[in-house]
C-alpha cells in the first residue's frame, strides 16, 4: 500500500479556505485517494474520495494532478467545528484492503 | 439509519486480565474492521472479518483475536493484556466485498489497562 506524507499540523482562521496536502508517491493504478477527519475521542469520518482530477461534495473538493502523486483537501470557509485530524489514505477500493492511516494533520481553527 | 455501535465505551482492567469488545455495524454492512489507536502509533489495522471470515489482519501478536457472528455483529478479544494495549479501540463497518472505501466508524471503546 501506498504511504503518505502530510504536514503535521495547520493553522487556520475562521472563514478562510484550507488546503491540506498529501504526497503519495508510490500510488499503484488502482488505488484510489480517500480523506478522513477524526475528532478528539470518536472515530474518523469520511470526508470525500477520488481517483483523478477534481471530486467535490457538500464538505469539500479533493484535487488530484494528472500524475496522482499527490492530492489536495480543500475545505472552504473552515469554521471552529472543523479543527480535527484529517487523515490521507491511499488503497485499491475494488477488493478488500486494510487501511493504513498514517500520522494525520492536526487542523486548528482559530477565532 | 442507526451508526456503528461499540460496546463498552470504556473499561478498566488490570494486567493479565482479558477483555471482550463488541461492534454492532450498520444494518445491511457485513465488512467489519478493528484499529486500535494510541497517542504514539496513531491508528493502526488489527484485522477484518466478512461474512464470518477473517480475510485481513494487522501486524498484531496473537492475543488479539476476533470473530464475526452470522449477524455481522463482532467481537474482538485482548488476552493477558498489558499496560501497552491500553488505547481506544475503533470498530468500522463497510457494504461490501467491493468496498468503496467508506469507512463508517463507531465511536470506540477506551481500554485502560492498570
Known amino acids: 500500500l501506498a504511504k503518505t506524507t502530510q504536514p503535521i499540523s495547520m493553522d487556520s482562521y475562521e472563514g478562510q479556505e484550507v488546503n491540506i496536502t498529501c504526497s503519495h508517491n508510490?500510488?499503484?493504478?488502482?488505488?484510489?485517494i480517500t480523506w478522513y477527519q477524526q475528532f478528539p475521542s470518536q472515530g474518523p469520518r469520511f470526508i470525500i474520495q477520488g481517483y483523478k482530477t477534481k471530486v467535490t461534495n457538500e464538505v469539500a473538493s479533493l484535487f488530484i494532478p494528472a500524475d496522482r502523486k499527490s492530492s489536495t483537501l480543500s475545505l472552504p470557509r473552515v469554521s471552529l467545528s472543523d479543527t480535527a485530524v484529517y487523515y490521507c489514505l491511499v488503497g485499491d477500493k475494488r477488493s478488500s484492503y486494510k487501511l493504513i492511516f498514517g500520522s494525520g494533520t492536526r487542523l486548528l481553527v482559530r477565532p | 439509519k442507526a451508526g456503528v455501535t461499540q460496546t463498552p465505551r470504556y473499561l478498566i482492567k488490570t494486567r493479565g486480565q482479558q477483555v471482550t469488545l463488541s461492534c454492532s455495524p450498520i444494518s445491511g454492512h457485513r465488512s467489519v474492521s478493528w484499529y486500535q489507536q494510541t497517542p504514539g502509533q496513531g491508528l493502526q489495522f488489527l484485522f477484518e472479518?466478512?461474512?464470518?471470515?477473517?480475510?485481513n489482519k494487522g501486524n498484531f501478536p496473537g492475543r488479539f483475536s476476533g470473530r464475526q457472528f452470522s449477524n455481522s455483529r463482532s467481537e474482538m478479544n485482548v488476552s493477558t493484556l498489558e499496560l501497552g494495549d491500553s488505547a481506544l479501540y475503533l470498530c468500522?463497518?463497510?457494504?461490501?466485498?467491493?468496498?468503496?472505501?467508506?469507512?463508517?466508524f463507531g465511536e470506540g471503546s477506551r481500554l485502560t489497562v492498570l
Open positions: 472479518y466478512f461474512s464470518e471470515t477473517q480475510r
Open positions: 468500522a463497518s463497510s457494504t461490501d466485498r467491493l468496498n468503496t472505501g467508506e469507512l463508517f
Open positions: 508510490n500510488i499503484a493504478t488502482n488505488d484510489y
